[in-house]
């Protein structure tokens, strides 16, 4: 098989994780203080992908071309191609047909995690040479997802989100085509939600006899669309890390694996791993517990936080409790007022959620 392609879908508005998506796109969130979307490059870079073509939104195009830029940090070349609207993954195809050409490529949703890459998955569809190729893993509510059935291990229905589904086996956010897909993508009729549907493309592939294959995934996949699924992805790849301190300890401890990036300051401060520090962040009597992601310039003050990601610059300060299961977007301050009467005062996002126990 000639050389392959690499298609990265970093459109759509990320609805789910506003209020963090309304001046962020969702692919750039981090998890373990690495932007989402460099996971889905680097996973290509590793198979051997040198040629990238990232789908952009007008209205978050310019972030994500300055944080990827041209691809040189990961080895790769990057083009970035504009998608008006996220009218589905199949019009995302088509929208990218100039720069795919006759190429076979990898489709790879921008905010995706994949265990393990995609090495493996491109030797095989090398090898193999089929049609498309698509990731399945069994899911407990496959009616939210595109749903796979099989027979003989060959692909012979796709439904996307179906009422009653069939089976548990979802589309993991992966692809490996040949060019066909193209033809099939503009054969196909928008969807009930109006927009062109992947999985009615392969299905369009399977009814004209071409072979789909599909590859179960054995380790874990996260969509990380939401946060309890944002906080997990930073859980499991947080469980992955590496033991390395860089920053400056005084009167403090870390436990376990932890990475304290250089800059950072801890006084009298502890952080049980596994858990990222970033550079030039501040922990003053602190307690930063397991699967906690500090950005880059934040302060944490007498406080304890645990199972969350703090974004850029952010602080928090005098909490009388422990802060859990948290997702904190660029700059934001959290603290208890000291002053009497005891009250709460905010200024909240919108379609922001704040819980007080």
């Known amino acids: 098989m000639e050389r392959l392609k690499g298609l990265i879908l970093s459109g759509g508005k990320g609805t789910r994780l506003r209020p963090i998506t309304f001046t962020s796109a969702k692919q750039l969130v981090p998890v373990a203080n690495r932007p989402v979307l460099f996971y889905g490059i680097e996973a290509m870079a590793a198979a051997g992908i040198e040629e990238i073509g990232i789908i952009i939104a007008p209205e978050t195009g310019d972030e994500i071309r300055e944080t990827a830029g041209d691809g040189s940090q990961f080895g790769v070349r990057i083009t970035y191609i ?33 265990q393990g890459g995609i090495t493996d998955l491109v030797d095989a569809f090398r090898a193999d040479a089929p049609d498309a190729l698509i990731l399945l893993t069994p ?23 179906p009422p009653q589904p069939k089976t548990d086996l979802a589309l993991v956010g992966v692809y490996m085509f040949t060019a066909g897909i193209h033809d099939a993508a503009r054969a196909i009729e928008p969807s009930p939600r109006g927009e062109l549907e992947i999985t009615d493309a392969i299905q369009y592939l399977v009814d004209a006899g071409r072979r789909v294959e599909p590859h179960i995934v054995q ?3 996260k969509d990380t669309g939401r946060l309890e699924d944002m906080l997990e992805a930073n859980r499991l790849v947080l469980d992955r890390i590496e033991r390395r301190i860089d920053g400056t300890l005084t009167e403090s401890s870390c436990e376990g694996r932890v990475v304290i990036e250089a800059g950072a300051v801890l006084e009298r401060s502890t952080v049980r791993g596994p858990a990222i520090i970033g550079a030039g962040a501040r922990l003053i009597d602190a307690y930063i517990g397991p699967y906690t992601a500090i950005g880059d310039g934040c302060v944490i003050q007498d406080a304890e936080v645990e199972h969350s990601i703090l974004l850029e610059g952010s602080s928090v300060r005098d909490l009388g409790a422990r802060m859990e299961s948290s997702l904190l977007g660029k700059n934001v301050a959290i603290a208890r007022s000291l002053g009497q009467p005891k009250a709460y005062r905010f200024l909240v996002g919108d379609q922001s959620e704040i819980g007080i126990a």
Do not use: I
């Open 139 to 161: 899911v407990p509510d496959p009616e939210h997802y595109g749903v796979a059935e099989l027979h003989e291990g060959r692909v012979v229905r796709l439904q996307e989100k």
């Open 82 to 114: 504009v998608q008006d609207a996220p009218a589905g993954l199949a019009h995302a195809v088509l929208t990218a047909e100039p720069f795919l050409g006759t190429d076979p490529f990898v489709m790879y949703l921008g905010d995706n995690l994949l």
């Open 219 to 221: 380790g874990w996949w």
